[in-house]
């Protein structure tokens, strides 16, 4: 079965860095875009960043633009998300998922989710 596991994430002081790795398993991961997501405490999950499925092409939400950055290793089966200049504001758990076709259904897989937590 699909599994997405997260891990990397901490209490850092803000303008720290963390990274953040994604360890997938049960589908054919170099086919399949990736992303990250993160949820607020109190708000909702908004998309930070995605991925191609070779690396080639990344997007991310305009708060993160130029202090985050995601990576692949196809090899590994890993996503990578670099965390750096953090801010409070940066504060959620944060969770990787792939949109995969279920029976001609695209369906959304999630991970457990990181707690990262930016806070003097």
């Known amino acids: 079965q699909v599994q997405l596991v997260e891990s990397g994430g901490g209490l850092v002081q803000p303008g720290g860095s963390l990274r953040l790795s994604c360890a997938a398993s049960g589908f054919t991961f170099s086919l399949y875009p990736m992303r990250w997501y993160r949820q607020p405490p109190g708000k909702e999950r908004e998309l930070v960043a995605t991925i191609t499925r070779f690396g080639s092409d990344t997007t991310y939400a305009d708060s993160v633009k130029g202090r985050f950055t995601i990576s692949r290793d196809n090899g590994k089966n890993t996503v990578y998300l670099q965390l750096n200049s953090l801010k409070p504001e940066d504060t959620a758990v944060y969770y990787c998922?792939?949109?995969?076709?279920?029976?001609?259904?695209?369906?959304?897989?999630w991970g457990q989710g990181t707690q990262v937590t930016v806070s003097s």
């Open positions: 998922n792939v949109v995969l076709k279920v029976f001609g259904v695209n369906k959304d897989y």
